[in-house]
């Protein structure tokens, strides 16, 4: 029998020292079978394998003990860094619950005592419905770190607590609330005005509960008014001097709230109030006035029971360009006393079409200029309650649920939108309550309260239009500054347009001779365009409704527009030539 090649019989296995005697013990149960030489060539062979056997066993229990030693440490390192943060971590986690619905999170830098004690403010603000309370708890907590480092709610309730102590609090006016006997409206308008024609910000439901009663209660601006107190009438604030720094910081505040919904639509009424202090003046001036003569506007004012006018002079187009990008909301170009509630009744109409409103962004107007003071040619301080009114307010005609059908000539006006839908509140007037509003808008006597005061009549002196051109009037209240144009002897323009452009007649005050040479503006991006020997130019601009259209020739202006903005510009008699593609 051939002797067993050297490590053919063992088992792939056999560097594991527990194999080695199953192999020796099956070595001697083969030694009786082989002769003297074959048994000394297996006996060697035996002890070199063994050697080499117990050799490689060595190095192999040998090689345990690295990973071994390793994972003993890393056992050893995570007990350390356990016991050395395990108490900040579970500070964290007690904190982290309150704070995750808000968005708020701790700040890495605390300390586990500033996160024990945040935590146990926050749990006290969580548990009490006390403003007082709440107040003093926001405040605390605003020294644990900046806005991104504290819950909405308490960033909401810190803001109110930098902005109590600079609110000044006036009362609301009484109306005419007399009920009307006429028949019901046919539709009840019921939408929201946008946030800069509602009611003046009247602030928090507990801010009203601290005020005294008398407060609250309207006044009466004239000995007309009725006697009634309204039951659900509020308080408005403004702000005082010196507010700047505790505004800014309240301000930053809210401007962070936006994950909460129902507090982010409180943070934006009160940041849109603040940004304007809950003011708002609107003036309704005529395209035209007569030099040396005096010139009557009609305006609106909320939040404020004075208001100053500045006039100064304007001597270039590109200025008044600015001034009518404010349009719709500054001012508008209204004739009352040609007002007719009716005439829009059949073209421009409120109908069933896409809503446009808020398109332009008041936050998008430009910052109205300082004019230099060379140009100020006076200054009139006015009180609400010296001034007339007019009788009832323009543009109020019910067209409300009209639907009338669309001709070529309405399809075009609804294409340029020249009902101006996204200055309809103000066109409507819908903060002017009135006996007629409070029917339409199916509101009853005891809501008859108002923070506006509507079409006070003030009246500029003709001396301070000596001279034919373009003045700008600017009214301030409560550090609010609002502006309107004034033309005197204003140059006239007739309209046509195109989707490719718009082309314009210009002419003189007369408005029978066309004007030739004159510059037509009508974008600030683009150069002025002159009139031909026929007062002819064609400018390619979008005529939409609300854009207006300059001219000026030798120091005078004259504005028109295609929209509802533009009624009481005054269009010229003169017939419009024949033009090239007519003939």
Known sequence: MDAPRPGGDLPPDAAEAGELDAFGERLRRARPKLSGEALARVRATMDAELARLASAGAAHRRGWLVPFALALALFVGIAVIWLGLGPRFEARQQVQPILEPDGGHADPSASTEALRQRNKLLANFEATDDPKARLALAGELRGFGGAEFLPEKVRYWAAMGLLEAHLEWHAPYAILAEKSTGPAP??????????????????????????????????????????????????????????????????????????????????????????????????????????????????????????SFKLYRLHDARPLRELCLRIGRDFLVLNHAAADPEQHSAEQTWRDVPDRKNTKSLSALRKLPDYPAADLLGTWQVRMVDLKTVPKPGHLGDDLGKNPELTP???????????????????????????????????????????????????????????????????????????????????MLSLRRSREGAAVLACDATGKLPLAGADVLADLDLAPVKTGNAGLAFLRTFAEGSRAFIIQKEGRFGVSGFGRLFDGVNHPTLPWPQLPNEK
């Not at 020249?418 to 006597?445: H, M, N, S, V």
């Open 186 to 307: 046919r539709n009840i308008d019921t939408q929201k005005p946008d946030e800069e024609w509602t009611e003046a910000h009247t602030g928090e439901e507990w801010m009203q509960a601290r005020l005294p009663v008398e407060q609250r209660q309207p006044v009466k601006l004239s000995p007309a008014a009725p006697n009634a107190k309204p039951v659900n009438s509020r308080a408005y604030w403004t702000l005082k001097e010196g507010a700047q720094t505790d505004v800014a910081q309240a301000l930053a505040l809210l401007n962070s709230i936006r994950q909460s919904s129902g507090l982010a639509e409180k943070a934006r009424d009160w940041s849109s109030a603040l940004a304007c202090n809950n003011t708002k003046v609107t003036i309704d001036v005529l395209g035209s006035y007569a030099k040396g003569q005096p010139a009557q506007v009609v305006f609106d004012v909320r939040a404020s029971s004075a208001v």
């Open 409 to 491: 000539e309405s399809k075009e006006r609804e294409f340029f939108d020249d009902a101006c839908l996204q200055f309809r509140d103000r066109i409507e007037r819908k903060y002017w309550l009135t006996p007629e509003t409070l029917w339409r808008r199916g509101l009853t006597p005891d809501e008859a309260w108002t923070t506006w005061q509507c079409g006070r009549i003030f009246t500029l002196p003709g001396d301070a239009l000596k001279e034919s051109g373009a003045y700008v009037l600017v009214a301030e209240a409560n550090g609010q500054r609002f502006a309107a144009p004034i033309l005197v002897d204003a140059l």
